[in-house]
Each structure stands twice: as C-alpha cells, then as structure tokens.
C-alpha cells in the first residue's frame, strides 16, 4: 500500500507486539492507561490503532474512486471519509 502523498503520520504498517503498536523500531502507541492491560478491550484497542495506516489509505482509494466514477458530489460516505482523512491530517475540525 502506497499514497501518492506523504501523510504526516508515521508510515505503517504497524504491528502490536507486547502491548505497544510499532512503525518498524519505532514506537507509535502503548496502551493500558484506561483499561487494564492485557484485557479484550485493551487488545482490541491495540488492534484496531495498528489499522489506522490502511484504513486511512482505504478512505483515500475510496475517495479518489469514487471521484473517478463520477459520483463523488452525489455520495454521502465519500464525503464522510474526505472528512476523515482531513481530520487525520490534521486539516479539518476534530
């Protein structure tokens, strides 16, 4: 998975291993700070934090697919994910 940009992030993808989420070497987030550590949430939190590197590139395929097929304007969750991705950029109002 590639983007055409550089996103301000740090480029994924990203593995949890021992509670922590990680760019290669590099530590992007830990957990357990309001959840017990170890817990189905606390996982499911780390699991779904990894995700965020694809998940942003899926919404930026989607937006730009749908701009392509022409509907863009006339779609309501592409402008949802065009919200998103600004959002996660850094762009937009959180």
Known sequence: MTNEHKEPWTPGPWKVKNGCVYSADKLVAS????????????DANQRLTAQAP??????ERLVNGACYLGVRQECAIVEDAKVLLSRARGEGRT
């Open 31 to 42: 957990f357990g700070f309001n959840v017990r550590v170890g817990s189905d949430e606390d």
């Open 54 to 59: 694809a998940m942003a590139e899926l919404l």
